[in-house]
Every structure is written in structure tokens, then in C-alpha cells.
T-cell receptor, first 110, second 119 residues
Framework: GIQVEQSPPDLILQEGANSTLRCNFSDSVNNLQWFHQNPWGQLINLFYIPSGTKQNGRLSATTVATERYSLLYISSSQTTDSGVYFCAVLTQGGSEKLVFGKGTKLTVNP | DTGVSQNPRHKITKRGQNVTFRCDPISEHNRLYWYRQTLGQGPEFLTYFQNEAQLEKSRLLSDRFSAERPKGSFSTLEIQRTEQGDSAMYLC?????????????????FGPGTRLTVL
């Protein structure tokens, strides 16, 4: 099956710093989503981005489907950005299941 | 609140007992998914429904697990004869798939999860 790899696994930042999280996937996909999992376990939708670039406030994401990767940019990080960021893909071929990476754990210190 | 809801939020049970979880999807969504997440891992797919039909099941869904979605509304996930290895967060998601030409839109939205601890 498809492999989804996220890097780095852990990231520690000072408040105000910028960061880039990467998601590589091993096969063509129909859908790619970025999520933020808060300390209570809730998965919060950040982007639905099978291709192209989107921005939402301090966050933006770019997916280059032909090269099988996606990037999540966080600018001017805040302590509330802490948590685990997951990339998940929906493979081609009719399956409806999202395949998740192992996540990037982000800690933003004040 | 119009998001996905799950009950209970926490469940502690003894090994060998049966447990049942409930998921209420976003009202206009026709697709409902169950995932399981263990510590330090991303969620893993268990099964999904389109309306009331269960269309895909993971090999993770052993014969002790059963899921239903009567009338295409809420869904239940039952685990019989629980084992300590079943301890995990069980997540429910829903979506409304739309086709636009050759592409389709299928963004999944997740509930808060049910955390199961088997003693």
C-alpha cells in the first residue's frame, strides 16, 4: 500500500519562528489533507489540498502531486500551534480510506 | 454544534467485556468512517459506510469488531471480548463526496474520539 512519510518527527521552536513541515507519499493520490491534533486528541482540519497552494492566516500549504510531496508552512508560530500535525492521503483506485503519516510533533515555547 | 460527535468520550473496561461506541456524523454527510489511533501513531482506517451500506473494511477489523449504520444516520462500533491490545482512541469521521467532472471532493471531518482503556 501507499507509504506516507512526514518530517521532521519532532520540532521545537521559539514563539515567533517560522517552520516548514514536509509530507512525502509513494504513489499518486486523489486527496491530501493536513490536520492539527490538539492535546485533547481532536483532529482539526487545516487544509484540503490535492494540488496547488492554499493559505489560511499564518498557515499555508503547497502540494506538488507530480513529485509526490506536500509542505505545510507555519509563520510567526504561537504556543497554541503546539501539537501533532498529520498529513493524510486518499489513494487513487476507489478506496475511501485516508492513509496517515506518523505526524510531526511541534512544540512552541514562549 | 454541527460537527461530528462521539459518545462516550472515555471508556474504561475490563478484559473480556463488550463495549459499544456511538458516532453522529455531520447531518448532510453520506459517508461515515471509523479509525483507530494508538499512542505515537497516526490514525488507521477500520471501516466506512456510504449511507447504510458498509463498503470497505480493514483487515484490522477482526471478527470481534462490528460496525453498523442503521438508516444511514448514526453509527455504532462494538468490540466483543475486549483485549488489552484494543486500548486506543477510536475516531469517527464523516464526509460528503462530490464529483466535479473528472475529479471528486471528499474532505473528511473528525469527531473528538472515544478513548478506550482495557484493564
Amino acid at each position: 500500500g501507499i507509504q506516507v512519510e512526514q518530517s521532521p518527527p519532532d520540532l521545537i521552536l521559539q514563539e515567533g519562528a517560522n517552520s516548514t513541515l514536509r509530507c512525502n507519499f509513494s504513489d499518486s493520490v486523489n486527496n491530501l489533507q493536513w490536520f492539527h491534533q490538539n492535546p485533547w486528541g481532536q483532529l482539526i482540519n487545516l487544509f484540503y489540498i490535492p494540488s496547488g497552494t492554499k493559505q489560511n492566516g499564518r498557515l499555508s500549504a503547497t502540494t506538488v502531486a507530480t513529485e509526490r510531496y506536500s509542505l505545510l508552512y507555519i509563520s510567526s508560530s504561537q504556543t497554541t500551534d503546539s501539537g501533532v500535525y498529520f498529513c493524510a492521503v486518499l489513494t487513487q483506485g476507489g478506496s475511501e480510506k485516508l492513509v496517515f503519516g506518523k505526524g510531526t510533533k511541534l512544540t512552541v515555547n514562549p | 454544534d454541527t460537527g461530528v460527535s462521539q459518545n462516550p468520550r472515555h471508556k474504561i473496561t475490563k478484559r473480556g467485556q463488550n463495549v459499544t461506541f456511538r458516532c453522529d456524523p455531520i447531518s448532510e454527510h453520506n459517508r461515515l468512517y471509523w479509525y483507530r489511533q494508538t499512542l505515537g501513531q497516526g490514525p488507521e482506517f477500520l471501516t466506512y459506510f456510504q449511507n447504510e451500506a458498509q463498503l470497505e473494511k480493514s483487515r484490522l477489523l477482526s471478527d470481534r469488531f462490528s460496525a453498523e449504520r442503521p438508516k444511514g444516520s448514526f453509527s455504532t462500533l462494538e468490540i466483543q471480548r475486549t483485549e488489552q491490545g484494543d486500548s486506543a482512541m477510536y475516531l469517527c469521521a464523516s464526509s460528503w463526496r462530490q464529483r466535479t467532472g473528472a475529479s471528486s471532493y471528499n474532505e473528511q471531518f473528525f469527531g473528538p474520539g472515544t478513548r478506550l482503556t482495557v484493564l
